[in-house]
């Protein structure tokens, strides 16, 4: 089996594919903080029903996603995990 299909499988299981999956990412035009913050939340509440939110994160940490919410974590969480885990 190849990385491509493994991706493809454990993606076919989350709950974040549909019509939900715009909370996930930041629209194309500007955001204010409040909205931002109230579409991350509503992203990560998502996020803690998923079982396949380690696969998630895995992946997103793996190819340092710069933007969304993978794993039920934002970018800059991501990258504190990550630099937290290089010290």
Not at 20 to 38: C, G, H, I, M, N
Not at 54 to 79: F, Q, V
Request: charged share 30%.
């Amino acid at each position: 089996m190849s990385i491509q299909r493994v991706e493809v499988d454990w993606q076919m299981k989350a709950e974040c594919r549909g019509p939900q999956a715009v909370v996930f990412f930041p629209p194309s035009q500007f955001e204010r903080k409040e909205d931002k913050l109230q579409r991350e939340n509503r992203a990560k509440e998502i996020c803690t029903e998923c079982s396949v939110r380690p696969d998630c994160l895995d992946y997103a940490l793996s190819i340092r996603e710069p933007h969304g919410i993978w794993g039920g974590l934002n970018e800059l969480e991501r990258k504190a995990l990550l630099t937290q885990h290089a010290v």
